[in-house]
């Protein structure tokens, strides 16, 4: 008797790992996104010297930051082989790491995405845009040479991303 009520749990047992596991791996990626620092930001823009770069900054909070992120992914898949390079970076909070995950999950970027490390908040803003206040989403295009051609806070509207992108990928710095 004891064998056999040791081998249904035993069964059980398996059965309910077995359930577990797929659900686990639809919620957390591969790896999450690299934690950057103003000095990891500046190594960044300088890998895409040659290249347009537009920086998204956003959070998972942030309404403005999820209705315009679908429109980022587009252009980068729109752009990208005329030289356009995104990236984005959460400025979300390590208790929303969750959040991240399943909102990376959602959107399926085809650009790259960091995590800002915690701390020195102002010190960051300083490296991206001295008169940044921190507010979200905030966007920085960079021209071919690696200086911000542009900023945009807020929630900006398609046109004007495209304006900007072509304007810059047609200039003649590299």
């Given at each position: 008797?004891k064998?056999r009520t040791?081998l249904?749990?035993?069964v ?5 790992a077995?359930?577990?596991?797929p659900q686990?791996s ?7 996104p690299?934690m950057?620092d ?6 960044l823009?300088?890998?895409?010297r040659g290249?347009?770069v ?7 909070w942030?309404?403005?930051c ?5 429109m980022l992914?587009e252009?980068a898949k729109q ?8 990236i984005?970076v959460?400025?979300?909070d390590?208790?929303?790491l969750i ?6 999950s959602r959107?399926?970027p085809?650009f790259p ?7 020195e908040?102002?010190?960051f ?6 008169s940044w206040?921190g507010s979200l989403?905030?966007t920085f ?8 051609a542009g900023h ?10 495209e ?8 200039s003649?710095?590299?």
């Amino acid at each position: 008797m004891k064998i056999r009520t040791c081998l249904i749990f035993l069964v059980l047992a398996a059965v309910a790992a077995a359930l577990a596991a797929p659900q686990a791996s639809k919620t957390a990626p591969a790896h999450d996104p690299k934690m950057i620092d103003a000095q990891a930001y500046q190594k960044l823009l300088e890998q895409d010297r040659g290249k347009v770069v537009l920086v998204n900054f956003w959070a998972t909070w942030c309404e403005p930051c999820r209705h315009e992120y679908p429109m980022l992914n587009e252009l980068a898949k729109q752009y990208a082989p005329q030289g356009l390079k995104v990236i984005g970076v959460s400025m979300d909070d390590d208790g929303d790491l969750i959040l991240m995950r399943r909102f990376l999950s959602r959107y399926k970027p085809v650009f790259p995405n960091y995590r800002k490390k915690a701390g020195e908040e102002a010190e960051f803003r300083q490296a991206v845009f001295p008169s940044w206040n921190g507010s979200l989403p905030a966007t920085f295009f960079y021209n071919k040479d690696g200086r911000q051609a542009g900023h945009m806070f807020g929630e900006g509207p398609r046109e004007t991303y495209e304006t900007t992108i072509r304007t810059l990928l047609a200039s003649g710095s590299k």
